[in-house]
């Protein structure tokens, strides 16, 4: 059964606002939080101000079961989490004497004299539950409040980690007897674009119940995230591996992998099963493609170089492109490509040779509008395979798409 609950996470900080740290908090939260049932509906981001902080308060105090709140605790002026949640409720901030003691403490044993402001860590509200922290200072405290229970942790990851996991989650379960779990699969699509796999499947999406069918575009692929509700992990696997089976039916030519798979590291795990080497020749991409080779651990099982040839005298010099054929059909071209990957393949030795020709931008070259690309893979077979292209985009969107579709047919190919 579907649990009611409604979580919401608040994180604080006018940092994660500005981006000088990443919201991690929030994602690992919603992970923990899934496994026990608990769906998460909200994640609200908030700067250290006191008008905004009790705004978003009563936004979640009038939406949300559960509320964690996340940073806004420490010692300092601008850590106003408390504040904000005493000018909504009216509830007194009190000081916790075990938490000063466990300062007064601590401050004796590294011989430091404790500043004043470091007692504010020790601020709780009158009647709250209040969790000791085993890794840091600043509480965890748990209170209820119009029928909204609220969980307030600090913001620094290993302390809002171990709150959760010794006790926050623990209270929970109890609190609300969960028994069910939330699971998901990532299946990943690579050929097939968003509004095509939505066709595809579009009864089945508007039909979807338990497990739910949610679809996830990014660049050059799509994915479909299955999550089910059931009382055991088995029970919710079994019900996505149903949902799988008829997804697959329809599109499962286009699929490549699950989760945290990529479409490089799939590439990069054939290469290495077949015990094939590449190489690549590269002018629009600049060295993209190799840099996206070597950024996988173990990559020199597989990667034997690449011939960065941005310039025409590049090519002729470093590949030994003939004059002739760069005269009569240009650098942007079937003909070029083709060398380019031949060559690249005899220079280094490998299986494998792939090249990339084309206009990034920002004008036109050789009269050839800007996102025309050539991308030719000469395999191990001594097949040739040529593929003309067209990006749309900026500079870096069609060299980035370039690489993108460079491992997808990577793919095809070694898949065959």
């Known amino acids: 059964m579907i649990t009611p609950i409604k979580a919401e996470i608040i994180s604080v900080g ?19 939080l899934a496994d026990r049932g608990i769906p998460v509906y909200y994640h609200s981001v908030v700067g250290d101000n006191l008008e905004r902080l009790t705004d978003v308060f009563k936004l979640a105090n009038n939406r949300s079961d559960i509320v964690f709140i996340t940073g806004g605790l420490g010692p300092t002026e601008d850590d106003l989490t408390r504040e904000a949640f005493q000018k909504m409720t009216g509830i007194p901030i009190v000081e916790d004497q075990e938490t000063i003691q466990k300062m007064e403490d601590y401050f004796t044993k590294i011989n430091r004299i404790m500043t004043p ?15 000791q922290n085993s890794v840091g200072i600043a509480p965890g405290i748990i209170i209820e409040y119009d029928t909204t229970i609220y969980l307030f942790m600090p913001g620094v990851p290993r302390e809002m980690k171990s709150l959760m996991d010794e006790y926050m989650l ?31 499947l579009q009864d089945i999406i508007t039909s979807q119940t338990n497990p739910t069918i949610a679809p996830l575009a990014s660049e050059g692929e799509v994915a479909l995230r299955l999550s089910a509700n059931a009382q055991t992990k088995d029970e919710a696997i079994k019900l996505i ?105 005899t220079l280094y030795k490998s299986n494998i040779g792939i090249s990339f020709t084309g206009v990034a931008g920002p004008s036109l070259q050789e009269g050839k509008e800007v996102g025309t690309v050539h991308i030719a893979i000469y395999d191990q077979l001594h097949n040739i395979h040529h593929f003309p292209l067209h990006f749309n985009g900026d500079r870096e969107t069609i060299r980035r798409r370039s690489v993108k579709k460079a491992f997808e047919l990577l793919y095809q190919q070694l898949k065959k």
Request: charged residues 25%; proline residues 1%.
């Open 170 to 200: 623990p209270f929970l379960t109890d609190k609300f007897a969960l028994r069910d779990v939330i699971f998901s699969r990532m299946l990943r699509f690579i050929g097939i674009g968003e509004s095509q796999l939505e066709h595809e």
């Open 14 to 32: 006018t940092e994660l606002l500005l981006g000088q740290i990443s919201n991690t908090n929030a994602a690992w939260m919603s992970e923990k």
């Open 241 to 345: 591996d149903e949902t799988e089976s008829k997804l697959l039916e329809r599109v499962g030519k286009f699929l490549y992998g699950y989760d945290n798979d990529t479409i490089e590291s799939k590439v990069f795990d054939l290469l290495r099963d077949k015990q094939l080497t590449i190489s690549s020749a590269e002018s629009l991409t600049g060295g993209a493609f190799a840099a996206s080779i070597v950024d996988m651990e173990g990559s020199s099982a597989i990667f034997k170089g690449a011939a960065v040839v941005y310039q025409t005298d590049a090519k002729l010099d470093v590949l030994d492109i003939p004059q002739d054929l760069i005269h009569q059909y240009g650098t942007i071209s079937e003909e070029c490509a083709v060398a380019m990957a031949e060559q690249v393949k």
């Open 117 to 131: 402001n470091n007692r504010k860590q020790a601020n709780v509200f009158a009647g709250s539950r209040v969790i």
